[in-house]
């Protein structure tokens, strides 16, 4: 993990080691006790050492440590009813190193601050027309925004020991260094940004990363994904991100999951990456306001306005969604030949769509899919929604402090 709390970038190799250490021995052991309370906290420290089959010793000093590092917490005596001594409950921290999710919509920009339970402490949405302005002037508000929502994170007792910003483009994984690179936000007018260099602070810059593979990774972190699914969610585009036993699979350059590309229709609609027929002119946010009719201003919930008119009975709001669930259902009908995920989950602006767009997704799924079973309910509404990329960016630190605790001392930020 970098100083700022961030993992290397997915796809480093990490270095050759020999035997391990018992400094490694150690790190691997405070990683499991703290994975262990992460997971069904509260625990007594004997429940710990029952858990892990560590002594109760060893149990004893690695909480402590986790302790001294503001990590675990003890509560109030348990009362179990056993002979012996009542031992102290250990819970997660829920007022010390917390994890800041920032995020950059075609139209908006937000933060959420995410304390080591996983709970949002808080959130911060702002209209912000992205599109129609340089890269540098949204990056300046966003920074101001994270200086605000730490602020706020520090009166409630809680540290911010690390940055992950959500961008609905496609991000490159450099060979060396820390940082994340945005290579393309089409919807935004960014290309080639080195986000490290471009950073106003204050602060360090944000680790940066797909918004929909932020968007699977709260499903499967708070969500209802698990195992092996697609995530598919709809902001000014279509994201996409795959998730292969339990692990977001980035592709060889960091590029897999670009769904809207999928092509659903042969020689047919242009689309903004140069190709023709793609799933995004049919079903993308865009597409379906186009061919509903609506014209709404920059500063309207499109997706609300959508979901207004759809339960008034609006019938070209309804046509138009019902096509779009029908190029869906034929992308991803494809998609479940080529990944046999067990479910796939629309998050996003879908989530708020899917009354609409299920059942003709549904009628389709079922009539591409011969080749093996399908149930109905493996395609699924995200109960996250739209809050999934920047709850995902500010879980993201939290999940890496659960996997290894000791990087947040060793980096200097404990």
Request: net charge negative; proline share 7%; charged share 20%.
């Amino acid at each position: 993990m970098a100083a700022d709390g961030q993992q290397p970038a997915d796809g480093e190799r990490a270095p050759r080691r020999g035997p391990a250490s018992q400094q490694d021995m150690r790190r691997q052991n405070l990683a499991l006790v703290m994975r262990t309370v992460a997971a069904a906290h509260p625990l007594s420290r004997a429940d710990v050492a029952g858990r892990t089959g560590l002594t109760r010793t060893a149990v004893s000093s690695l909480v402590d440590e986790l302790i001294a590092g503001g990590l675990l917490v003890e509560g109030e005596l348990e009362r179990s009813g056993r002979v012996g001594r009542p031992g102290r409950a250990l819970v997660l921290n829920d007022s010390g190193p917390a994890g800041l999710g920032l995020e950059v919509g075609v139209e908006h920009l937000g933060a959420c601050v995410v304390d080591l339970r996983g709970d949002v402490r808080i959130e911060l949405h702002r209209a912000a027309p992205n599109a129609a302005r340089p890269a540098d002037r949204t990056l300046a508000e966003l920074a101001e925004l994270a200086a605000q929502i730490e602020a706020q994170a520090v009166a409630l007792g809680l540290r911010v020991v690390g940055r992950v910003l959500a961008v609905p483009g496609s991000v490159r994984v450099p060979v060396e260094g820390p940082g994340r690179y945005l290579e393309h936000a089409p919807n935004l007018g960014w290309h080639h940004l080195d986000l490290p260099a471009a950073w106003p602070g204050p602060g360090a810059a944000p680790a940066v990363e797909n918004e929909a593979n932020l968007g699977a990774m709260a499903e499967l972190w708070q969500g209802v994904g698990s195992g092996t699914f697609v995530h598919i969610s709809a902001g000014e585009g279509i994201g996409g991100a795959l998730v292969l036993d339990g692990c977001l699979f980035g592709g060889v350059q960091g590029f897999a999951g670009e769904l809207g590309h999928l092509t659903v229709r042969p020689d047919g609609r242009p689309c903004s990456c140069g190709a023709r027929g793609c799933l995004e002119p049919y079903a993308g946010l865009a597409a379906v306001l186009r061919s509903s009719g609506l014209t709404l201003r920059h500063d309207v919930d499109a997706v609300g306005e959508l979901v207004r008119c759809a339960e008034a009975g609006d019938p070209a709001v309804l046509r138009a969604l019902l096509h779009a669930g029908t190029a869906l259902g034929t992308a991803l009908a494809a998609t479940v030949h080529l990944i046999d995920p067990a479910t796939l989950v629309l998050g996003g602006a879908y989530a708020d769509l899917a009354r609409w767009l299920l059942p003709a997704m549904r009628t389709e799924l079922a009539a591409l899919i011969r080749v093996r079973p399908w149930p109905e309910d493996a395609l699924r509404a995200s109960p996250l929604a739209r809050r999934g990329p920047v709850l995902g960016a500010a879980l993201t630190t939290v999940q890496r402090l659960h996997a290894d605790p000791a990087a947040l001392w060793q980096s200097g930020t404990g």
